[in-house]
Every structure is written in C-alpha cells, then in structure tokens.
DNA sequence: CATGAATGAGAGTTCATTCAT
DNA sequence: GATGAATGAACTCTCATTCAT
C-alpha cells in the first residue's frame, strides 16, 4: 500500500508529472469515477508503467493524501501552536483552512472530496484519519470548557461534529465557487467574512439573548 | 426532460418496479455510477424499454427526485403551518427531516447523496432546488429577527446556509449508522439526542456567557 | 452456472457457431490458457456478445462439457445395457472410449485435457464428475468378483484406478498419434490391438503362469 | 538452448535462488501458465538479469529438467544394478519414485506435469526423454521375457507404456493428496500399499485363475 | 555485466445505447 | 409499444521483452 520503490527512484520532474495528473483526476472526479488511463494519459507515461509505481489506484490516491496530510499540517502547524482561546484557535483553524484551499485549490479539492464519499469507502481507506481531525477538535473543545471559555453544558463531541461539518461545508462552498483571477481580492474578505459569520454563529447561538436567559436551561427546555 | 407518455401509460405495479428499482441503484450509488443495468434487471423489464420510458439516467433521476420532493414536503408541511418561534419551527424540520429519513432511508439516503454531487452537477441537475431550501431557511430566519427572538446580528443567509450543512449532516451520520432492527428504539433517543445537542450548539454558542455580554461586542472583536 | 437464456435463444446456426469456436479453443488448449479472444474471433461475434451469453470461460466450457458427457454416454449405454461378463464389459468400454474419439476427435480432446488439470481445478469444476466415472467401473468390478470372474484379492478400488488411467491414456495416444484420412483403415486396427494388448496384461497379467493355461491362448481369446 | 556462460560464472548461491524459484514456479503451475514476472520476484534479481542468464523460459526449464534428471537417477540407479528379476525390478522402480516424490515433491511435481503437456510440446522440449524412459523399461521387460518370467505374449511396448502411465498416475496420486507433517507415517504404508495393489493387478491381472496358485498369496508375496 | 525502467500488446470484463423483430 | 440481441468503446491490469545507464 505504497508507491513502488521504482516510483521513488524516478527523476523528480516525472514523479512530479504524475502526482500532477493524479492530482488532476483526483480533484475533478469522485474516486471511484478517477480512471488510469486520463491519469497516464495526463502523464504522458505509458499504460504499463502506472503498474509498474502503482498497486492500482487507490495506491497512488493514498500516497496523494499523505502528501496533502503533510502540506495542510504545515498550516495547521502555527495555529495549534499558538497558545490562545479555543475559540480563537478555531477560528484560526477555518482561516488556514481556508487559506490552504486558496493556495492550493486541487489539493483542498481532493480533500473535500474525500470526506464526501460513502462512509463505508473512507473507513477502509484512511481509517481514523477523520476521527483524529474530529478528536483534536473534540480535545480543543473540552480544554476550553476546563478554561472557562466554552460553555460547559455543551456536548464537546457533538461540537466537534458540528466543527468538522461546517469547516468542511465553508471550505467546499470557497472552492466551488467562481474563481477568475480578479475575483481573488473580493473573495478574500467575502469568504472571510463567511467565517467570521459562521463563527458567529458558533459563537454566539441564534438566540437574542435580551436579558442574559441561562442557556442550560433553555438546553433542558429543548430536550423535551 | 421527463418520462414519456408510454410511462406512464404503463400499469401501475410496473412503474412502481421501475421506481423501486431506480431507488435503489440511487440510494446506493453516487449519481456517475449508477447503471442502466443494475435498474433494468431489478425491474425485470427489458433493456430496451427503458429508453422508451427515460431519455436517459438523468431523466429517470429527476423524476424519482420529485417524488422525493412531494413526499418530504408532507412531512414539512405541519412543520411549517404551525405557528411557533423560528428555532421550535428548525427544531421541528430537523425532526422531521429525521423522522422522513426513519421511514424512507432509501429516499433520504438518495436525498443525501444529492447533497454530495459536485455543485456544477446539482446545478445543472435540479436548479435551484438547493437554493430553494436555504431561501426557506432564510426566511424562516428574518422572521425570527423580526420577531426578536433571533439575534440580529446574525446574517440570515449565513445561518441558513450553516442550519442547511447541518441539517443534510445530521441525517447523513443517522443513515450512515448501523441500524439492527433492535436499535431502532435507542436510536430513536439517541439521535434526536443528537439533534438536541447540536440545536442547542446552534441557539446558545459555544460561549460560555457568564455576565451576559452582548454578542454584538464579541462578534466585532472576532471579526479583527 | 449455465449459459443464458440469451444464448439460447439464439439462432441454431449461431450458437453452433460459438460452441464450434469453443470446442476448438478448449480441444487445442489447457483450460487457463483458452482465450475469450479467440473463441468470439473463431465464432465471429462481438467481444460484448460473448458476455451476454455466458457468466465467463467457466461457464461456457461446463456447458459444453456437459454436451460432451451426453454424447459420450450414448456410446456407452449399449454397453452397459448388454448383460455379459465384467472384462467383456471393460474391453466394450474402452473401445467405445475409442470409437468416441474417432468420431468426434475434438470432443475426447476436451475430455482428456481434463484429466489432466490439476486436481484441484478438476474438483472445483466439476465436482465429482471423475469419482462417478470411476465408481463405475469400481462397481462393475464388485460384480464381477461377486461372480467369481474377477480375482477377489484384487482390490476393486486400485483396478477401478487403474483402468480408469489406462482408459484416459489409451485414448490420449490415439488422439495424440498424427491421423491423416488414409491412416484411418490402419489405425483402426491398429488401436483395437493397442486396446487388446492393454486388456490382455490387465486380464493376465504380466507374470508367466508355466503350469497353468498359457497365456497366449488367452490372448487369442481376447483379441476377437 | 542452454543458460548462458553468465549464469554459470555466478555465485552459487545466487544460481540456487534462481533455479530454486523457477522450480517453485514450474511444480506449481503448467508451463504455459509459468511466468518470467513470478520467477525473478522468488529469486530476487533483476528482471533484466533474467534474460542474461536464459534465452527464455524453455531454457532455463530445460536447465532445471536435466538437474532433476540426475537426481532422479540417483534413485534408480541402485534399484538397475541389482540383478533380480524383472517384476522385483519394476516394483523397486516404482518404490523409487515414490520416494523421490517423498524426498522431493516439487521435482516429481514437475516431472508429473511434464507429462501432462500437450505431446507436441514434449516433443520440442525435450525430444527422446519420455521415449527413452519407455525404451528402458521395454528393455527389462523383453529381459525378463528371455528370463521366462514374464509372459512372452505379452506386447513389451504396450507393457512398458501401461507401466510408464501407470507410474506416472501413481505418482500424481500421490502428489495431489494433502500431506501434513503427521501422515508422513500413513502415507508411508498407505502409498506403498497403492503401488502393491496396483503391481499385483500388473502381475496376476484381474482375472479369477481357479486351479492355479491362488491369487492372495502371490499379493502377500509382493507386499513385503 | 548488472540493473531496473520503458513499453505496448493483449487479456477479461462492463456498459450505454441502438436497432431489428 | 415491447422486446432483447447487437455492438464496440472503454475500463483495469498483466506480461515478456528491450534498452539505456
């Protein structure tokens, strides 16, 4: 379940020519709809060599996803890092997200993509990588309600869940949307403002609070 | 861009095998791999009628998609007569939506899978239907405003778009669970647990609100 | 695990065709090496169409083999019909093998190569097909002893071994000799003696019987 | 038709991995069915090098032939020296090649095989082997006619091609039985048992000789 | 001489769609 | 209008062999 080492000895610019292409394919089309031979084709390498890197396709659709893993790590780094509110770090979490689709658009793609696919295919793909993006989440959360910050009548899994839902719904609604180059300025502060207007939401609940009604008790209220 | 007249001209046991058949390939499969095939044999009818019946897959697809609509909209119809605050009333849809997806999991399944298309296909698919969705949550929303029990510093469409994101995600972790005949009792609990969990996410915050402030104020320092 | 409907619905000169092109293919090669390719080339139909008639080689080569057995068995019920002793029996029934492969070359060819694949491909695809064949002639052994025949310290099993893999090889080297149309005065009595002379050591044995009836006269016997 | 000089100049245990994994490779499969691809992943070397030490396939299994030849000899070289009579010979013949299938099952499995392809293909490869495997027990047999031990209206060629299948067969018997460590023992008295039954039949043949030296003896006898 | 990447023909199989009856 | 056979393009994957380093 890894590129061949004949795929690692190849000179850099093939290598890259192929990542490219499966890229390409990956980030157009739903796995199983992403076909071998545009890949090849896109490459420009012949039918019999993909086999030759490749187990089959899922093979070379992991080693991708690994190398995404490790470019958006990169912008999720700083913000863990920093050490500030769990609400802060959330919402840096959405900027960088978001600021990683823009810089790399197919990769972030390829990442939507994957958490659009039938559950049973993402278990036996990548098992756990979605748990753990929610769990840090989860794990965030909860050092925020020990703080004081989050309030503590919160479910933290159940706001992980709804985190990991809207992250990846903003993100996808950014990369669908019409990007011609000019557009690049306006959309910064548009989608920007996206997530400051979701993370409003996050924040603060729906809710006018007039004269500061408790929200367990509204919670309980709701519950029935 | 609709079944022929010789459709429905056909028995009603026999379109109803189409239909049923339709269901399931859709229920089952992402729109690009659902097959001609696959139907026609679990219809049992032959391979060329069914391109005296449907133009192609697409035709079929909508089709089916309008008989979803219609029986949905029965299930959202008391929810929506009723008069009673904006968030009773997403309360309500949530649980109606929920309700819909327990007695027809094949019909919400589909209705999900909708969601999980790429944009452009939606688009050209069911114009407009998405949007319909979420215009409906807006209003529903300014209404709220208006009447002062949602926050007015909330952005309507945002919020609409976060309560539809949720709403299509709550239903889909709910089809995707395993469901023996025996769970179905705690799960009725459990999932509406779910439900209560991330409304009230949705009407409080995350925020802990220990003096009260005013969301506004947090809203603008987030914003920076 | 048969043919479909499909094939058999198809018009007589048509499927003639297919299993004329498959007989050759499976007469002319070891099972795992026949090619879909060359049966539809040989037969003249579309690649696509030789799915529409059969699951896969599999399924077409048991078909056949099951016309094979039929023909065959109609050259060795008159045989078992007479009622005469156990060797008599066993001689008709290896010229009957015999005259089976005169006539129809292609068909003892298919039949031979499958006893030589592999055991476990043998048992897999057609299940006890070999074992009825030799409880068979293990049976016609028993009653022969029982009629005092038949040596009784021979083992029935063993004998039923042996006859059934001197049968297979008997028929194998006729098969596998060159037959030119002029051979085929020659070869007829040329195999016979080739069967007497196996049945004649099967009879006495290979041992010389000094006190005993000689051997030669036994022989003479056994050549009518 | 022979391994290069090259191979020959390796190291001799490169040369044991190579030859090791084409034996592998042939015992397990027909020689039609044996691939380049399997041999030089078993034997760890370079594909390339595959094509420096052999012209083809059919080089290096006729490289691997002739070695097992000379083992196989070995065996049968004691069992020709002794002077005894020809049935004792023949038995120990067929004892020999049991214990070679023992000693060295992957090489009697190939040798088996070779047997089972088509004649023609045996004839290219290895022209006169078979034959003078025949040639050889012919010989014994016209001995031990000169000898009066065997019955001189017995056809020797045809002896000596029913003793040559039966041989064979016996030893593929063998081979395609299961064999767990613990039945080594069983099978030890079984497969001999085999070879018993099987020369008694050779021996006295099927028929009942009433007056003359009981058949049960003569079994005895042979059995020990 | 060792190495291992390149290559493309050819295998089985699926499929949407057309068309003759 | 109902039927189901015809069709061939497209797919994944394997392989023996060559060739450049």
């Known amino acids: ?4 080492q004949t795929f690692f000895n190849l000179p850099q610019g093939k290598q890259k020519r192929v990542m490219d292409a499966a890229l390409a394919e990956f980030a157009a089309k739903p796995f199983h709809n992403a076909s071998v031979a545009s890949i090849v084709e896109a490459a420009d390498i012949p039918r019999g060599s993909f086999y030759q890197y490749f187990e089959d396709l899922e093979d070379l659709y992991l080693h ?4 995404i893993g490790k470019k958006k790590r990169l912008y999720m780094q700083e913000v863990v890092s920093e050490k500030k509110g ?5 919402r840096s979490l959405y900027s960088a997200g978001l600021q990683f689709a823009r810089d790399h658009p197919k990769l972030a793609s390829l990442g939507i993509r994957f958490f659009r696919e039938d559950r049973s295919f993402r278990r036996r793909l990548i098992a756990g990588f979605e748990e753990s993006s929610m769990q840090f989440l989860q794990d ?6 020990e703080a004081g910050e989050i309030d503590p009548a919160v479910d933290a899994e159940t706001a992980a869940f709804v985190l990991h839902s809207l992250n990846v719904d903003v993100v996808d609604h950014y990369l669908e949307g019409p990007h011609s180059a000019e557009e690049l300025i306006h959309e910064s502060s548009e989608y920007l403002s996206l997530v400051n207007s979701v993370l409003y939401i996050i924040e603060q609940g729906l809710i006018h609070d007039d004269e500061c009604g408790g929200g367990q008790l509204r919670n309980q209220e709701a519950g029935g």
């Open 64 to 67: 991708l996803f690994e190398i």
């Open 140 to 145: 965030m959360l909860i050092s925020g309600q």
């Open 1 to 4: 379940m890894l590129p061949t």
């Open 86 to 90: 769990a609400m802060n770090q959330i």
